[in-house]
């Protein structure tokens, strides 16, 4: 009777998501902001440099997009995993339906209003940073 007890509070439980790998991404994301930042100011100073601002530039948003595809996709798989491991899932109200359809690269609108006011705080702090360093 207690294996039977134990097997039914395990299955109440979520699954396990690959946590690790997200905090990674958060803080990829975080030091490549920084790297960029630093970059970004070194090829100012330097007139050889100029020509790979673009480069630098499409590796930096190339890098972001994948990371954030990647939160994205576990965030999904987390959710999805959890509607399942519940055993009735519950309706979802017409307005948050409404709300997921009506997504920007697969964020929903506070997901994307947060997303750039952290973007614009890590470009603020960063820009101000290197404004202190030099």
Not at 59 to 76: D, G, T, V
Not at 94 to 110: I, M
Request: net charge neutral; with cysteine; charged share 15%.
């Amino acid at each position: 009777m207690g294996q039977c007890t134990q097997l039914s509070m395990d299955s109440n439980q979520p699954p396990k998501t690959n946590s690790a790998f997200e905090y990674f991404l958060y803080a990829a994301i975080l030091a490549e902001t920084g790297l960029a930042a630093l970059i970004y100011k070194v090829i100012f100073r330097s007139a050889e440099l100029v020509r790979m601002r673009v480069y630098f530039a499409l590796f930096y948003f190339a890098f972001l997009a994948w990371a954030i595809a990647q939160l994205n996709i576990l965030h999904r798989h987390r959710k999805t995993a959890v509607s399942l491991a519940s055993e009735e899932p519950e309706p979802a109200p017409p307005a948050a339906a409404a709300e997921e359809t009506r997504s920007a690269l697969g964020l929903t609108g506070p997901q994307l209003a947060i997303l750039v006011v952290i973007f614009a705080t890590a470009v603020v702090t960063f820009s101000w940073v290197l404004r202190l360093l030099n």
